[in-house]
């Protein structure tokens, strides 16, 4: 059978470049992979641009979703040519359930606390509210086990995300038809871990957890993330 594509979204407050070292580890294995860009504007128009992207993948796919990411492939993931979703200290949403349900059945994260909010301009004169992650308190609340240097970049180069995000709900959650698995950051300072375990088991998806995680896990245990993958990708085959 043919190898599955292996598709990696970035979530919030990040870019696909996060993904480096799990993108060298999976063409090492010979397994193809992308990493496209991920708008950060509202759920549904992100979901629909990656779902443009997946429908141009000749052959299977398995989507892998960090953070706010693994919202997107859950709605994505319905596309017929999608075969196994893999959630990276992300976000699992049921049909009609927002980031903002989900997040509020469970204690903040450090994270809340530290977002600074702007505004960006629409067509039509109105603006739009977006956050970032205040760069000084970005290291210990998204990267706690990088080096302090990579860090301080990841604070420089993080990509906000549009407010609208966290009210939208999930027109569908396609775990609910393709496997899944999951990887849980037990030291996550973003997305609260219980989110991470309470998302996974209601998927009924494949968990594996590193306690000393941070939310950038994929930079820090790049190896361990994708021997997930690469799982999914077995599986899938």
Not at 102 to 108: K, T
Not at 126 to 140: H, K
């Amino acid at each position: 059978m043919t190898t599955p594509t292996v598709v990696l979204v970035h979530g919030a407050f990040a870019d696909a470049t996060g993904w480096i070292g799990v993108i060298s580890e999976l063409r090492s294995r010979g397994i193809p992979v992308i990493a496209p860009p991920n708008p950060l504007r509202g759920l549904a128009s992100d979901a629909a641009y990656l779902a443009s992207v997946v429908s141009q993948i000749d052959g299977p796919a398995v989507l892998v979703g960090h953070s706010y990411g693994g919202a997107l492939i859950t709605m994505v993931g319905e596309a017929e040519n999608v075969v196994g979703l893999v959630y990276v200290a992300a976000c699992v949403l049921h049909e009609g359930e927002s980031l903002g349900q989900l997040l509020g059945r469970f204690p903040d994260s450090p994270v809340k606390s530290n977002l600074k909010e702007r505004t960006y301009p629409l067509l039509d004169g109105d603006f739009v509210v977006e956050v970032t992650i205040d760069e000084a308190a970005f290291p210990a609340v998204f990267a706690a086990d990088v080096t302090k240097d990579v860090a301080r970049v990841l604070a420089a180069t993080q990509r906000p995300l549009a407010t609208a995000a966290f009210t939208e709900t999930a027109s569908t959650a396609a775990w609910r038809t393709k496997p899944s698995w999951a990887l849980v950051a037990g030291a996550d300072r973003t997305i609260n871990p219980e989110v991470q375990r309470f998302g996974a088991e209601r998927a009924g998806a494949v968990v594996v957890e590193i306690p000393d995680a941070s939310h950038a896990v994929a930079l820090s245990e790049p190896t361990q993330v994708a021997d997930l993958i690469r799982d999914a990708v077995r599986a899938t085959s």
